[in-house]
């Protein structure tokens, strides 16, 4: 199995740098290479600050393209990756935003992601637009500014790779098909709610995550719309969303990897009203997606080539 890039599975990380940039128009393959392989190699990190205070801090970088994008580097493409077409409709819905390039940067040194971050963007500056530039953060023990704990259900272990990676044989294996979401919180109306509406809204209890149950959970519950099952198999997917922002705005930066492109379609489709039930997630009423991408996250050996 080639080796999937690290940075996806490393966790609880305290400071994330999220960035989307499409590219310019007329940009030649060449140029578009060469600029990429200079930002994934780090070419042009100042680290000011570490030179002078002797502070050594990893930075977990993930990259991952869109199918275009994919494709213009001659990429080894999984058979499933496509754009981002949307979800829902009426007034619920997910909004598509497909872009070209995604960075994720994150560890426990905001200063050293700041640098990391702040050199691939001047290497990408000639080919690439930034779109999405979002600072992320640890909210408390693992919690979505909601105040509900974010990643309870997640899978843990070898799980995670079983999960989240493209299997062995299979095009793109060792590398994982991501989406990501911006979503923007209505935290006064949430916070406005009683905590056992809150509750309701989540499907789980606030301070200790424990699942609500029998008449006690509602049909459009978080939990309820996005545990989805598909002939007895759990749609898993491995999440490592991201609080961010500041008072005046703030939400999640869903961010999710998976074996399978499909289960994100599926889970989409039930939190957005649009499978069988017709039901919408209560989720939805408290928060508003403004963007929308898949991603390919290639295997380590895959990125490479391009660097
Ligand atoms: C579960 C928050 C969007 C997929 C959860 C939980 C919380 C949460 C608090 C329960 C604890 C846990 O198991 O992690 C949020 C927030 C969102 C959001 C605040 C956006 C504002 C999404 C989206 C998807 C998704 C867009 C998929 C496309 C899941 C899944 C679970 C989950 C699969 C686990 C369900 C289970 O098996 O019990 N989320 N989520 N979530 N969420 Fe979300
Ligand atoms: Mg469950």
């Known amino acids: 199995m080639p080796t999937p890039q690290p940075g996806i599975f490393a966790e609880r990380t305290h400071s994330h740098m999220l960035l989307e940039y499409q590219l310019k128009d007329g940009v030649d393959d060449a140029s578009l290479c060469r600029a990429l392989g200079a930002a994934v190699r780090g070419e042009g990190q100042t680290a000011e600050v570490t030179e002078l205070t002797g502070q050594q801090s990893p930075v977990n970088v ?14 080894d493409a999984p058979k499933g990756l496509r754009s981002f077409a ?8 997910a909004p598509a ?4 390039i995604f960075i994720w940067f994150h560890g426990d040194n905001h200063s050293a992601n700041f640098d990391a971050a ?3 963007h001047r290497a990408l500056t000639a080919v690439a637009e930034p779109l999405l530039d979002k600072n992320g953060f640890f ?3 693992s919690r979505d500014l909601s105040g509900f704990v974010d990643g309870t259900e997640n899978p ?22 991501v989406f990501s979401q911006q979503w923007i919180h209505k935290l006064d109306a949430m916070h406005a709610l009683s905590q056992a509406d809150q ?13 609500l149950k029998g008449d006690a959970m509602p049909d459009n519950s978080h939990v309820s719309r996005s545990d989805v099952k598909v002939d007895g198999v759990g749609q898993k997917l491995y999440r490592r969303s991201v609080p961010y922002g500041g008072v005046t705005e703030s939400g999640l930066y869903f961010l999710a990897f998976s074996r399978d492109i499909e289960r994100y379609e599926r889970i989409l489709a039930s939190m957005f009203g649009t499978s069988g039930d017709g039901v919408h997630d209560r989720l939805t009423e408290m928060s508003t997606p403004v963007t929308g991408s898949y991603w390919f996250a290639p295997s380590a050996e895959e990125l490479s080539r391009i660097a």
């Open 139 to 141: 909210y408390w023990d």
């Open 62 to 75: 993930v990259w991952a393209f869109g199918a275009d994008c994919w494709a213009r580097l001659d990429g």
């Open 97 to 100: 935003t497909q872009r070209d």
């Open 199 to 211: 509750e309701k809204m989540i499907g789980r209890t606030k301070l200790d995550s424990v699942e």
């Open 118 to 120: 702040l050199a691939a």
């Open 86 to 93: 949307g979800a829902g409709k009426g007034d619920t819905v």
């Open 156 to 177: 843990e272990g070898d799980e995670q790779k079983e999960v989240a990676l493209i299997p062995d044989g299979e095009p793109g294996a060792g590398g994982s098909y």
